[in-house]
């Protein structure tokens, strides 16, 4: 299974992205994917998730602000980011917890892609 993401770039303070990440390989089903982030020198902190169903959850520093929502029928993940602050400067990655058999799920991470919010 793999995690590819992409949409990442440099944009000016208020600007937009859109955050793609599509999984591949050979497995059941995904359930919960969601969005990561990790600024230089801090920590890998949730930024946003979305359960097979269910409601969306959000970091609060991004609510109001971003918009998480998946394709199912493409197992693709993404991320509306509005608003843009430079703190939101960080590498993002991608996860998702995927039934790789019926009894047995796991965790994957995408690669990660840049996103530089300019002042």
């Known amino acids: 299974v793999q995690l590819q993401a992409s949409g990442g770039g440099l944009v000016q303070a208020g600007g937009s992205l859109r955050l793609s990440c599509a999984a591949s390989?050979?497995?059941?089903?995904?359930?919960?994917m969601g969005w990561y982030r990790q600024a230089p020198g801090k920590q890998r902190e949730m930024v946003a998730g979305?359960?097979?169903?269910?409601?969306?959850n959000y970091a609060e520093s991004v609510k109001g602000r971003f918009t998480i929502s998946r394709d199912n029928a493409k197992n693709t993940v993404y991320l509306q980011m509005n608003s843009l602050k430079p703190e939101d400067t960080a590498v993002y990655y991608c996860?998702?917890?995927?039934?790789?058999?019926?009894?047995?799920?796991?965790?994957?991470w995408g690669k990660g892609t840049q996103v530089t919010v300019s002042s």
């Open positions: 996860n998702a917890k995927v039934e790789v058999t019926r009894l047995n799920r796991i965790t994957y």
């Open positions: 390989g050979s497995f059941w089903g995904i359930n919960d």
């Open positions: 979305i359960p097979t169903g269910g409601s969306s």
